[in-house]
């Protein structure tokens, strides 16, 4: 969730990569435990974090599941408001959670262009989930997906929830619910 990164002594944590190996740990021990491959699931920032963890521990990943998610770094630039949020006299009045928030929005950019050039080492099926009226997570990021994963063929499924918002998770749980089952089903 945009704002709530948290590890002791940081400000904020901006890195997918950073979010990602604390991650990396737990699903470590889940496939110690289990000696199973798992379906990793990310909404929003959290789909970009996903889709690294996928790339990068795939030897514990079978699946990938990204919900309104970020992906191409051309339409991740901030908002005037977030450069707003950044000026010292504003950000000074700001509870941490929006100063980690505006943080984070401030450097998906640069973030993302790093995920970009390891797209093409994802294997694993990907769903690609996302509401076409989503004004947080620009609804295009998934055509940019399709075209970044076509090398998956029918293993990249993307799908479309007709005037779906940003937190579609909320919006629309019956219609996510059934197309992860779906995307588990056919995996």
């Known amino acids: 969730t945009w704002g709530q990164s948290n590890i002791k002594g940081k400000n904020s944590i901006t890195s997918i990569a950073e979010h990602a190996s604390a991650i990396h740990k737990v699903i470590e021990k889940i496939n110690q435990a289990r000696k199973q491959k798992i379906i990793v699931v990310g909404h929003s920032f959290g789909g970009a974090v996903a889709t690294y963890i996928a790339i990068h521990s795939k030897q514990y990943i079978k699946q990938l599941i990204t919900i309104s998610s970020l992906f191409d770094a051309k339409l ?8 707003f949020g950044n000026m010292l006299m504003i950000k000074i009045t700001l509870p941490k959670h929006l100063i980690r928030a505006n943080d984070e929005a401030l450097a998906i950019k640069h973030e993302l262009e790093i995920l970009q050039a390891s797209f093409k080492n994802l294997h694993i099926p990907i769903t690609a989930i996302h509401g076409n009226d989503d004004k947080v997570v620009n609804y295009q990021h998934l055509a940019y997906a399709k075209s970044q994963f076509s090398h998956l063929g029918e293993q990249c499924q993307c799908m479309t929830i007709k005037n779906g918002k940003h937190f579609i998770l909320r919006e629309n749980k019956a219609d996510i619910i059934n197309h992860i089952k779906n995307a588990v089903a056919k995996h």
Request: no cysteine; proline share 12%; charged share 10%.
């Open 76 to 83: 991740a630039a901030p908002h005037w408001y977030t450069r």
